[in-house]
């Protein structure tokens, strides 16, 4: 029976497309609960871009791709698959690791997804990466308008205690990480590897070196069915290791 259980999720993650665009109008200043976060480890990675959440020693490893301006990646954290993971994380369950990109930028218009990722850069180096990340998620702007200025950013690290500082609040004017900025999206980039040349797409999961499919990461924007992937991955990571997606 298990087993059989398993099989309806594998099937389910392989036939679930993602649908539609954009997302739901969000009220202004959204408070985040910051439940179980605090304490969670946050490191840059040795590649100088792999931002890792979490106990590294954890039998599930969640990469994930985003853009801070991306909409999808918006419904992921907030109702979709994130807070589901955020538990997982928070329970020793799983780890997550982030590549944040910047191609929207170019694409729609602006500097909002630079300035995000140089800002949460900069909340990683204060040890409040994690609370911060969950900020401007609760809070994105629409994608067109370009809300992520220096004035806004500050403005919502105001709701995470101990974030706003001189040194905070110079590194996001100054776009102090513009340099991880470029590397990171470059990162994001290959990820895509050569039939993907611009990357693979926000938001892109890759669960213990397994990639699901853009055309089949709907799962990721579904809270329940997500949170039984990352479940039966932790009950069974080589089953997951040799499904076909």
């Avoid at 954009?22 to 990675?45: C, I």
């Avoid at 994930?64 to 589901?84: H, I, M, V």
């Avoid at 308008?145 to 974030?163: N, P, R, W």
Wanted: with cysteine; charged share 25%; aromatic share 8%.
């Amino acid at each position: 029976m298990v087993r059989k259980g398993r099989r309806v999720v594998w099937c389910a993650v392989a036939v679930l497309a993602l649908a539609g665009c954009g997302r739901a109008d969000v009220p202004s200043e959204r408070q985040p609960a910051f439940e179980g976060v605090e304490d969670l480890p946050e490191k840059l990675g040795a590649d100088g871009t792999t931002i890792t959440v979490g106990d590294p020693d954890t039998k599930v490893k969640v990469h994930l791709y985003e853009d801070p301006r991306c909409p999808y990646c918006e419904q992921f954290e907030t109702s979709g698959g994130g807070p589901r993971l955020r538990k997982a994380v928070i329970d020793r369950h799983a780890t997550v690791q982030y590549t944040l990109a910047s191609f929207l930028d170019d694409r729609v218009g602006g500097n909002g997804s630079k300035k995000a990722v140089n800002a949460l850069r900069a909340a990683l180096k204060e040890g409040k990466f994690v609370e911060y990340h969950e900020v401007l998620y609760l809070n994105q702007p629409e994608e067109s308008e370009d809300g992520y200025t220096d004035a806004y950013l500050l403005k919502l690290a105001g709701q995470v205690e101990g974030l706003r500082s001189t040194a905070f609040d110079s590194a996001v004017k100054s776009m102090k990480y513009r340099a991880f900025v470029a590397a990171s999206q470059k990162a994001y980039e290959r990820a895509g590897g050569a039939a993907e040349p611009e990357g693979p797409g926000t938001p892109t999961a890759v669960i213990n070196d397994k990639r699901i499919p853009m055309e089949t990461n709907g799962v990721l924007l579904d809270g329940t069915l997500f949170a039984q992937l990352l479940d039966q991955i932790h009950a069974n990571p080589w089953e997951w290791e040799s499904t076909t997606l």
